[in-house]
């Protein structure tokens, strides 16, 4: 039995599988073995199909924590969420929030997912996606690493309870993941600058997928999937505080090249975002959506596990010797290094980024390193 290893995923996370008996139409053969998603993951379907793909799915998916069986809850998952996000969508559009049976299979879903890093049994998966000919969602979700965000959640670890608010689809993953290992309620808002649809002309509070943030007792911790240039998440601490909430915020992943080439005047047109405001800061680097577009499309249209790996290692990734997730991190601190800014509160002097985000960063930081370490143990 293949076991799943947190330092295998790549950036996207995907990683790669030698024994695919059984899961043959979700992978994709390159030279390496087999990548672990295929052009079926990013397929455009309706409820109806995606359905009934989540139910064959069941049948072939038993109680087993292994790769093989990480290729089938993630395609799982990933029909849940598009189907939960085009839920939301339309819940907006109608002004209701009829979104339930699509969110329970997603929650069943991440379930199973940390079961899976947590080298434990799966559970018997039961929910049902809504049934129409409506097509779901089929965008890219752009927090879509599973491992990464796994890593992310275990060590965002607060002394009281929160509620956490995420925007857009590309957070979706977040909320869920967080109650799962938390017990943290969620609200999702259906809103994000940079998507190209007529929803953000509603009214921002219309956007929400409910309304215990409102009424809740625990503070707010909003949670984006990245930041580049804080457009978005400035937009919404505006409304939290004309709504007095207060709330801490940060996100996964930053856009660290962005944040460079802004502070230097290279991009002199754009924005971004605030070292010393955000309330946890991370040391790892967004890429980009470009290049997890041109990664992608090798699969979805060309089925191509080859021109998958190039496109990364054109960016430095999918690198035999070191993992992605080292070279996140070590992209981050050649920027910032070159900023002369003290990521991790190493030098005396006062820094300017909060306290907290030292905090989580070093702690990332020694996660990502004994990942890395583990896995030249295993190499030996």
Known sequence: MQRINLNEFDTLGIFNLKNVDGIERFVTKYNKGYLSRNKEYYKERSYKKANELRNYLKTIMNNECSKKNFVIVENMLNLSARAYFRDLEKSVINNNWKYEKSKKCLEEDVHNIINLFNNKELSKATEELPISEDVITSRIIE?????LLYIFTKNLIFNKDKHIVTPGLGSIFIGPFMKELYGYEYTNIVFSLYAKNSLNNNSLIKMFSNNKWLTTTNSILLIDDNIATGRTINKLKEFFKENKKEIKYGAVKYNWINYY???????KKLD??????????????????WMARNAINGLVKNNSGEQYVNELQKEGYRDENVSDFMKTLLKTEEYLNLLNIDFYGNQKEITEIKKSSIYFSKKLKIEIEKICNERGREER
């Open 143 to 147: 927090m879509d690493n599973k491992a």
């Open 261 to 267: 080439n802004v502070s230097k005047g290279i991009e």
């Open 272 to 289: 971004t975002f605030n070292i010393s405001d955000v309330d946890f800061l991370t040391p790892f680097e967004d890429p980009g959506y």
